[in-house]
C-alpha cells in the first residue's frame, strides 16, 4: 500500500471510530445540567439549609458528584431529581410539589400574611375610634376618684397660701 493511501485509510479509520464513539457512550453532564438539579434539591448537611447548588460543604461536593455521576449514565436531570426524592424522600426539594398537602405550604403564607394585616386594621380602627371618643368627650373625674380629691386639696391649699 502507498504512503498516501495508507494515511487516507487512516484518516477514515479514525474519522469513523471518532463518529460512531459519542453515539454509543453517553456524553459527560454538564455543569448547568449538574446545576439545573442542585438548585432543586437542599443540602441535607445540616449546616446551612441551602440549595445544594448554594452549598460548599463536602457533603454538598458529594452530591454534585453523584448527580454528575446519574446524569453520565443517562438519566434525565428530572429524573435524577426523581432519584433523589424516591432515596430520600420529599424534604430533600428545596421546593414543595404543589399537590396534595403540600397546597398548604404553598398558600398558608398568603392566609397568614392576610389574617395578619386584616388583625392589624381592625386594631388600628379601634384605637382610632377610642381616641376620637376620648377627645369629644373627654371625661370629667368623678368624686370617687382619688386624683380629683388631691387636686381639690392641692387647690385648696393654694387659695389658703395667698389669703
Not at 464513539?21 to 449538574?34: F, Y
Amino acid at each position: 500500500m502507498s504512503p498516501p493511501r495508507r494515511a487516507r485509510t487512516l484518516l477514515l479509520a479514525v474519522g469513523l471510530t471518532l463518529a460512531l464513539l459519542p453515539a454509543g457512550l453517553p456524553a459527560a453532564a454538564s455543569q448547568a445540567d449538574v446545576d439545573l438539579v442542585g438548585e432543586q434539591l437542599v443540602c441535607y448537611c445540616g449546616c446551612s439549609g441551602l440549595t445544594v447548588k448554594a452549598c460548599t460543604c463536602g457533603t454538598a461536593d458529594a452530591i454534585r458528584e453523584k448527580i454528575a455521576s446519574q446524569l453520565d449514565a443517562g438519566m434525565s436531570p428530572p429524573e435524577a431529581v426523581a432519584a433523589w426524592v424516591a432515596e430520600r424522600g420529599e424534604q430533600v426539594l428545596a421546593v414543595p410539589t404543589r399537590e396534595g398537602f403540600n397546597l398548604v405550604g404553598w398558600f398558608m403564607p398568603f392566609v397568614a400574611t392576610f389574617l395578619g394585616l386584616l388583625m392589624a386594621t381592625v386594631i388600628v380602627l379601634r384605637w382610632q375610634k377610642q381616641a376620637v371618643a376620648e377627645t369629644t368627650n373627654p371625661q370629667e373625674p368623678g368624686p370617687e376618684d382619688p386624683d380629683n380629691a388631691y387636686l381639690k386639696r392641692v387647690e385648696q391649699d393654694m387659695r389658703n397660701l395667698h389669703h
